[in-house]
């Protein structure tokens, strides 16, 4: 059997908003909802944003603990919910570390060019990526390019980022011109990665079928959803989160991959 394929949903990100599509969850209930709908359409894991009141991202720890708790009451343990610590423009690297080891969330997602500035230091990194993987703290670093990859690479074996369970995101297209992805854009992250860290891609616009297919097919996991996509396989507006999910379920479907429940995700990361 091949491995099972992790299907995440990221429903907003940090800068839609709902005049680009009615369907975008930015509160605490709606994505609640969502989460529900897509975890019945097969994502075991949902990518969390909030916002505040005028519906800017937040990483406010009060607001990220009262949206785990409406979510969680919806899918229970079923979901592996994984929050974000994107800076977005707003924040810096110190807050977004205070802000995760104050919610100390389940999962989270830290994108490694945002955490390895001059403020932090490589002593910081270490302290702070030496806390993740005590607390058991499933994370997912954010890689861009193949250079990104490379300083991973680096701190990894200089062990300034310690041994854990960590997992990679290929973000495909990301500096593109037009920000648009291609499957092809997957091809140096493979080159690049030499690893044991498992790893998922996400991509910008109608392409994000495409290659998550192609992921798929290499082994690696997805990520689809509104933060990034709109558009179905077909160029038409998705009515909704749960179509790019289903639309992934059946990729793994035709290349033979079952999906990944939470409780596998749990057992592979060894979150708590």
């Known amino acids: 059997m091949q491995t099972p394929l992790i299907v995440t949903v990221a429903p907003n990100g940090a800068y839609k908003q709902t005049d680009e599509h009615p369907a975008l969850p ?9 989460a529900k709908q897509c975890l019945d359409a097969g994502a075991a894991m949902l990518h969390l944003h909030i916002r505040d ?9 009060a607001g990220y603990r009262d949206a785990l708790q409406v979510v969680k009451a919806a899918v229970g343990d079923a979901m592996v919910l994984q929050i974000t610590s994107e800076a977005a423009r707003i924040y810096q690297a110190p807050q977004q570390m205070a802000m995760v080891r104050a919610v100390r969330p389940e999962a989270v997602s830290v994108g490694l060019r945002e955490l390895d500035q001059p403020a932090v230091g490589e002593s910081g990194l270490s302290d702070f990526f030496g806390w993740l993987a005590h607390e058991r703290v499933m994370t997912q670093i954010i890689i861009y390019d193949a250079v990104d990859l490379q300083r991973w690479r680096a701190l990894r ?4 980022i310690p041994d ?8 495909l297209g990301r500096y593109s011109a037009g920000q648009t992805s291609d499957p092809k854009d997957l091809l140096p992250f493979l080159c690049e990665h030499q690893g044991p860290e498992p790893w998922a ?20 996991h997805v990520r689809v959803g509104f933060e990034n996509n709109l558009k179905l396989k077909n160029d038409q507006t ?3 989160n749960t179509a790019l999910v289903l639309q992934a379920a059946d990729a793994a479907r ?8 939470a409780s596998t995700i749990r057992q592979w990361f060894g979150a708590n």
């Open 238 to 240: 998705a009515p909704d």
């Open 53 to 61: 009141a005028q519906g800017r991202h937040s990483l406010d720890v």
């Open 254 to 261: 035709c290349l033979g991959r079952p999906l990944a429940d």
């Open 26 to 34: 930015v509160t605490a209930q709606s994505l609640a909802a969502v």
């Open 157 to 160: 074996q200089r062990g300034v």
């Open 201 to 220: 891609v996400c991509a910008f616009g109608a392409t994000e079928h495409a290659c998550v297919t192609a992921a798929a097919a290499m082994g690696g």
């Open 164 to 171: 854990a369970p960590w997992f990679l995101l290929f973000v």
